[in-house]
């Protein structure tokens, strides 16, 4: 069996605006106290155990991002999606491109941004999860974090009864539950009983291709187009994404995630509870909470890059970039909680801990028609 890590790569990242934009996008931002991105750091955690090798899916328009992040990775293991659809046609694709390489082929599916350490605790967890999908070719596997606060930011997983030994941490999966209110995210929390939902999938490609047009009918003629489009294209050692005959294959494809797709409707599926710090970093909050456990730093206020003096002022998160080597001295006075965030071209400055707002406030950028600030 071999086995593909599919790492997907991309996305707006808004809640990270403005230095999250959409020619360099959260993925291949330098987030990390390291410095590295969360996308080299998504590899450097999967090598130790990439026998067969990764699949990076992404946007043409982040093609030169990926080479140059990650120039040992072979061109036609960079899946370039015509347009973005959502994570299940994605996925059919990277599946349709192990099943190429084997049969028995299993996929390890995981986004690009996240934060996850130690690095061994990971890997440990995905060779469980592997010897799982293993074990039986149908089950479908999702690691599921212990929650540490009732966070509405991400989405749950209720566990059913322990499957295997209680050693293993494995559980059927009762019900899959969108993000929630904070009420109920607490409910949740006392509970004891749900996981967050990590984002990261273990399954046999042929087993979530079959389960994909089982539930999902409109994706078999797309996925069969795309499979004979791919074969005649890696056959003439041409790249899928350069033929208008894949290109319409995979626009035909629904918009729709594997979560709705497949996940919610399986019924071999098992949660693998996970003892790994992880973090999507979705939100300036998150990184803040990052950047402060990795200097041990209490201040009252916080910036992993700029000179702080404040006057009356607690709580406030600051980040900002320069033309040169030297600190940025920002001073605050009679101001709590704020965030503020400075690019070359653009300065932010909000209340923490909205990240709809700023969300919102993305979007109107958009329709004032300041699509050079995106």
């Not at 499979?227 to 041409?238: G, L, P, S, V, Y």
Request: aromatic share 8%.
């Amino acid at each position: 069996m071999k086995t593909f890590f599919v790492v997907m790569a991309g996305g707006p990242g808004s809640r990270l605006w403005p230095e999250s934009r959409r020619a360099f996008p959260k993925p291949f931002l330098p987030l990390l106290p390291d410095g590295r991105s969360l996308f080299r750091a998504t590899l450097d955690r999967v090598k130790a155990i990439s026998e067969d090798g990764v699949i990076v899916v992404t946007g043409r328009p982040f093609e030169e991002l990926v080479h140059a992040a990650a120039p040992e990775i072979a061109p036609e293991r960079i899946l370039l999606e015509p347009e973005g659809r959502d994570t299940a046609p994605c996925v059919a694709w990277a599946a349709l491109e192990a099943l190429r390489a084997d049969e028995d082929a299993a996929l390890v599916v995981m986004p690009s941004d996240h934060q996850i350490y130690p690095d061994e605790k990971f890997q440990t967890r995905i060779q469980a999860a592997l010897r799982l999908v293993e074990e039986n070719p149908e089950t479908l596997v999702t690691l599921g974090v212990t929650p540490t606060s009732p966070s509405t930011a991400y989405g749950y997983i209720e566990k059913g009864a322990a499957a295997g030994s209680s050693s293993l941490g494995a559980y059927r999966v009762a019900t899959f539950h969108e993000k929630p209110d904070v009420e109920t995210a607490e409910t949740y929390l006392r509970s004891g009983n749900f996981l967050w939902n990590a984002g990261v999938f273990v399954w046999k490609a042929r087993t979530f291709l079959n389960l994909l047009v089982e539930y999902e009918p409109d994706f078999k003629a797309p996925v069969e187009k795309a499979r004979e489009r791919i074969n005649a294209a890696r056959a003439e050692k041409r790249n899928p994404s350069d033929d208008p005959a894949f290109i319409r294959a995979f626009k035909e494809m629904k918009r729709i995630s594997v979560d709705k797709a497949v996940l919610e409707r399986a019924k071999e599926i098992l949660t693998l509870q996970v003892d790994f710090f992880w973090n999507d970093l979705g939100s300036f909050r998150a990184l803040e909470a990052s950047e402060r456990e990795a200097s041990g730093c209490a201040d009252a206020n916080f910036s992993a890059n700029a000179l702080i003096l404040a006057e009356n002022a607690r709580g406030n998160y600051v980040r900002t970039r320069s033309a040169n080597s030297k600190r940025k001295l920002v001073v605050l006075i009679d101001v709590d909680d704020l965030l503020v965030v400075e690019t070359d071209d653009a300065l932010l400055i909000a209340k923490k801990n909205d990240g709809q707002a700023l969300k919102d406030a993305v979007e109107r950028i958009r329709k004032e028609g300041l699509e050079e600030y995106l």
